[in-house]
């Protein structure tokens, strides 16, 4: 397959050293966003609402799909229209949903995602409590887990029990499996009992990651208050001895990377955003499609780079349209994205 150019163009932006693309399983919500028919008004404002599948983990499942990739979903959702949906939607992407599992008794999460004028969000749960947050350990498919190459999670499964056990349980028999190890906290404050309870959450399970994703903001939030371009600030109190990647996303202006041997930066794309939801989710897929393809990429800075540049691609891509998953990009979007 093609390779990037030193300028950051090519007719295929991935590093095509391997065509087979292993499983990433990714853990975690799956719930609908509601999302204003307009942009840059409150919840209370807005004259009507558009109905989108969310939820990172599951964004990500289909985003790696729809790069062309492998990936399943391991999640709970409610016995009830809207968890049906959603699994079908997932289907229709071709993600192996052998891992999800519907509650009767509780609902499939809702979220109201406002758009301020720039294409921020702002969110509102309904999660009282929704099925996600209901996996139990007993019900998580440990075949799945084991056939992966890259287990890929959020943080917000680690809020409330049973979920938080059924997540560590998942991690464990992933760790035991030699699967690569995924991490986007994700940041949701609004669903955390207190900005303490959030830190000490996220951070719990930090040192197991083999690949850590977090944006400007996590990096201030995590370190308490530390300056999030400071190189130092993210080696000694971020970058731990086990981690093969950490990537902090900077929106339209890229992202910088860090491993044990390199750091460097990646810039980002140009866009007009119409709707910052997904995006992050999108690189994800973007980088984890490329490390599934390509074991070298730990090492190989060159393979790592163009790797990056692909992720902010498809991130860049995921803004230009209203919602999560309906904005994902297939492979060919990328291509002839980069061709333009």
């Known amino acids: 397959m093609a390779q990037f150019t030193p300028s950051g163009k090519s007719d295929d932006p991935t590093n095509g050293e391997c065509n087979e693309s292993g499983l990433v399983v990714c853990f975690g919500e799956l719930l609908i ?52 949906m959603l699994a079908d939607i997932l289907k229709q992407n071709n993600v192996d949903t052998s891992g999800m599992r519907f509650d009767s008794d509780a609902r499939t999460a809702l979220a109201f995602v406002t758009l301020r004028a720039d294409g921020e969000r702002e969110f509102l749960f309904f999660r009282n409590p929704s099925a996600d947050m209901l996996l139990d350990k007993s019900e998580l498919d440990h075949n799945l887990i084991e056939k992966a190459k890259i287990f890929h999670y959020g943080s917000i499964s680690l809020i409330d029990e049973p979920c938080k056990s059924a997540h560590l349980a998942a991690l464990r028999i992933a760790k035991d499996s030699d699967c690569i190890l995924s991490y986007d906290p994700n940041l949701r404050l609004a669903l955390w009992p207190s900005a303490e309870a ?48 950490l990537i902090v996303t900077e929106g339209s202006e890229g992202c910088r990377y860090y491993t044990k041997d390199f750091k460097g930066k990646v810039e980002g794309v140009n866009v007009k955003p119409v709707d910052t939801t997904g995006a992050g989710d999108a690189f994800v897929s973007g980088i984890l499609y490329n490390i599934a ?8 800075e060159e393979h790592l780079q163009k790797a990056l540049y692909f992720a902010n691609v498809c991130g860049a891509i995921t803004v230009t349209e209203r919602g999560a998953i309906p904005a994902l990009p297939t492979k060919d979007a990328v291509l002839q994205f980069d061709a333009k």
């Not at 966003?33 to 969310?54: I, Q, R």
């Not at 393809?293 to 190989?300: A, L, Q, R, T, V």
């Open 33 to 84: 966003d509601f999302v204003p028919t307009v942009g840059g008004v409150s919840l209370a404002e807005a004259p009507a609402f558009k109905k989108a599948p969310g939820g990172a983990p599951a964004n990500v499942a289909v985003g790696i799909s729809r790069l062309g990739g492998s990936s399943a979903f391991l999640g709970k959702v409610g016995a009830d229209e809207f968890g049906y």
């Open 198 to 245: 959030a830190r000490n959450g996220i951070m719990s399970i930090w040192d197991l990651a083999d690949v850590i994703k977090i944006s400007e903001e996590e990096i201030t939030f995590l370190t308490g208050g530390d300056d999030p371009y400071d190189d130092d600030v993210v080696l000694n109190k971020l970058f731990h001895p086990n981690l093969k990647l």
């Open 293 to 300: 393809s390509d074991p070298s990429i730990f090492e190989n």
